[in-house]
């Protein structure tokens, strides 16, 4: 069900109860996504980051991320708050999220909820994936993560686009980690599919330039998958 069937004043969680109730293997994967950030910048070498000092180049000061469709917020937090204690590991000294949106609702309902977590240095900004106005205005990034949404785009064309927009946003050495249905829905048009396997993501993600791709858990109909840009 779409956020627009919800109602009440609760309806972003009604909505959000809805998914985990028809998923259950959204947890395991969202815990996946933020172990599998948390596990790669906690590798973060401080004098050689990325290869950076080899190329002359200033390490950056902090860990900058970007999520692509930030839904109701309860990923952003989770990972925020993981990443938080590794930045102080790693001397990074903070945090830096930017979040994008096309619903206008979860946009002002995720902004709160950073403010009132006290993530300063985190914005969500309204956009649509499938297009590409937003991509001027923001990156590097260290990271690029996203939950549940690149199926929704329209199929192998739209997630190539997307695909091939994080590469040009991830810094060198950069991850690109996506939790999303792999398996095709019933309803789904099999001239048109959405939910693609395993080996297609890999195929488009290996084709754009992107290395050491990894399939880090599979369950129900979901997966996530992980590659980096060399």
């Known amino acids: 069900m779409a956020l627009s069937d919800f109602t009440g004043p609760d309806y972003i969680e009604a909505w959000t109860r809805d998914l985990d109730r028809r998923w259950p293997e959204r947890a395991a994967m969202a815990d996946r996504v933020m172990r599998t950030l948390v596990g790669w910048f906690r590798g973060w ?10 190329r002359g180049e200033k390490l950056p000061s902090r860990i900058r991320l970007l999520e692509l469709g930030v839904g109701a917020g309860r990923l952003a937090l989770t990972v925020l708050d993981a990443l938080s204690d590794v930045a102080e590991s790693v001397r990074t000294g903070a945090v830096e999220y930017t979040g994008i949106e096309v619903e ?37 990034f260290d990271a690029v993560f996203t939950f549940q949404t690149l199926h929704d785009l329209g199929g192998v064309d739209a997630l190539k686009a997307v695909y091939g927009q994080a590469h040009g946003f991830l810094s060198p050495g950069g991850i690109l980690v996506n939790a999303d249905f792999v398996v095709p829905f019933e309803k789904d048009d099999p001239d048109r599919p959405r939910r693609l396997p395993v080996e297609t993501h890999q195929d488009l993600l290996s084709g754009l330039g992107f290395v050491d791709f990894r399939c880090e858990l599979q369950r129900g109909k979901m997966a996530c998958m992980e590659a980096r840009r060399p």
Not at 45 to 54: E, F, I, P, T, V
Not at 114 to 138: C, H, N, P
């Open 45 to 54: 070498d401080r004098n050689d980051l990325h290869g950076a000092k080899s």
């Open 104 to 140: 206008p609702a979860l946009v002002l309902h995720v902004d709160e909820l950073l403010e009132e977590s006290g993530y300063q240095d985190a914005r969500v900004i309204q956009a649509d994936l499938k297009e590409d106005a937003w991509t001027r205005r923001i990156g590097p």
